[in-house]
Structures are given as structure tokens and as C-alpha cells.
């Protein structure tokens, strides 16, 4: 018998308009986070240990930026009301980022997005 893994990872994507990411003044990055399947599994994983990977692609380039760091979950209403329909705040302070020039296989067209981002607001 194989033993079980005692680790593993979450992929969740998160994104929104353009600028959902934000770089602060501490070089800590933060991005709005929305209802989703409301399994919370990314928050829970976050909660159980802040270990986070980001990948920010860039689809006009084929380029993008790999960060690892660690992450809190910010739920106080003051921050979280500036992104219309946010639940909370995800704050990661980086520990590694990494840019890579071919991420991905080359440029990607938009071919939809997200049915409920024009419920976000304007930021």
C-alpha cells in the first residue's frame, strides 16, 4: 500500500479587470477575492498554511511572473468596499518572483470573460 500524501496543492484562479493586483507600499502584493464555488478551499489552505504560488501571465507576450511567498486573508469591510462584490482581501508578501519571457506557448486571444465581471464595479 502507497502512503498518502500528507501535502498537496490548490489551484484557484483569481483575477479581474485589468489592475485587480496591486503592488503596495511594503512591496506586498493584494487582490480582491470573490464568491466563487464557496468551497473556500484556497482560503482554508491559506489559513492552514500561507504558502502561495502566483502565476501572472501575460497573454498579449506569452510572458509571465512566477511569485512565492506567503498570504493572509484580510476581511475587514474598510478594504474590502473599495472592490464592489469582494468578499475579503488576499495580501501575499513575496519571498521569490521569477519573470519568464516564454510562460506560455505564445500569445492567447480573450475569448471570453469572466459572466460576472461587470458586477465588480469599476476600480
Not at 507576450?61 to 476581511?75: E, H, K, P, Q, R
Request: charged share 20%.
Amino acid at each position: 500500500m502507497s502512503a498518502r500524501p500528507i501535502d498537496g496543492v490548490d489551484a484557484s484562479h483569481r483575477g479581474g479587470r485589468p489592475g485587480f493586483l496591486t503592488i503596495n507600499d511594503d512591496s506586498s502584493l493584494s487582490f480582491p477575492d470573490f464568491a466563487g464555488n464557496r468551497f473556500f478551499n484556497t482560503l482554508g489552505n491559506i489559513e492552514a498554511d500561507g504558502r502561495v504560488g502566483l502565476f501572472i501571465p501575460d497573454f498579449k507576450s506569452g510572458a509571465g511572473i512566477f511569485v512565492t511567498g506567503l498570504a493572509t486573508v484580510d476581511w475587514r469591510p474598510d478594504r474590502v468596499s473599495h472592490f464592489k462584490g469582494a468578499e475579503r482581501i488576499v495580501d501575499v508578501q513575496p519571498e521569490e518572483i521569477w519573470y519568464c519571457t516564454h510562460a506560455l506557448p505564445g500569445p492567447a486571444p480573450l475569448v471570453s470573460t469572466w459572466p460576472l465581471l461587470a458586477e465588480t464595479g469599476v476600480w
